[in-house]
C-alpha cells in the first residue's frame, strides 16, 4: 500500500487548504484512513480520520469545526479539507492507513496502530 500526500503550501493566517492523499494497492472495502500532523519539535497528533466503507467520521478537539474529511470515491483519494488555518497548524501532514477496527475503537489517534504511513506533505501558515 502505498499513499501519496498532496496539496499543502504556504498561505496566510485564516486561509484554507485542501490536502490530499492517494490510496494505492489496497483492495478491502473497509479500513480506517486517517490524518496527522507533526510539527518542528513536536510530538504527532491526530487530527481526524474516516472509516473506508461507511460514514463515520472522528476529529480531534484541534480539528473539529474547522478542518473536514472526506473520501473522493472518484478519484480514491482522501481529502483533508482546512479552514481558518492558525500559524500553529503549520506542520508536515501524513495520512495513514489502519484496520476498521482503528476507526470503531478509537485506536487510530494513537498513530502507532497504523499500518501504513504516507511521506507527508508541508504546510505552512503565516500570520
Known amino acids: 500500500v502505498q499513499l501519496p500526500e498532496s496539496g499543502g503550501g504556504a498561505v496566510q493566517a485564516g486561509a484554507s487548504l485542501r490536502l490530499f492523499c492517494e490510496v494505492h494497492g489496497e483492495t478491502a472495502t473497509t479500513y480506517c484512513m486517517a490524518w496527522f500532523r507533526q510539527g518542528l519539535g513536536i510530538e504527532r497528533e491526530a487530527d481526524a480520520a474516516?472509516?473506508?466503507?461507511?460514514?463515520?467520521?472522528y476529529y480531534s478537539d484541534s480539528a473539529e469545526g474547522r478542518f473536514t474529511i472526506y473520501q473522493d470515491r472518484a478519484k480514491r483519494t482522501l481529502n483533508l479539507e482546512m479552514s481558518s488555518l492558525k500559524p500553529e497548524d503549520s506542520a508536515m501532514y501524513y495520512c495513514?492507513?489502519?484496520?476498521?477496527?482503528?476507526?470503531?475503537?478509537?485506536?487510530?489517534?494513537?498513530?502507532?496502530?497504523?499500518?501504513?504511513w504516507g511521506k507527508g506533505t508541508l504546510v505552512t501558515i503565516s500570520s
Open positions: 474516516i472509516y473506508v466503507g461507511g460514514h463515520s467520521t
Open positions: 495513514a492507513k489502519g484496520t476498521s477496527y482503528e476507526c470503531y475503537s478509537g485506536s487510530w489517534s494513537r498513530g502507532s496502530r497504523m499500518d501504513y
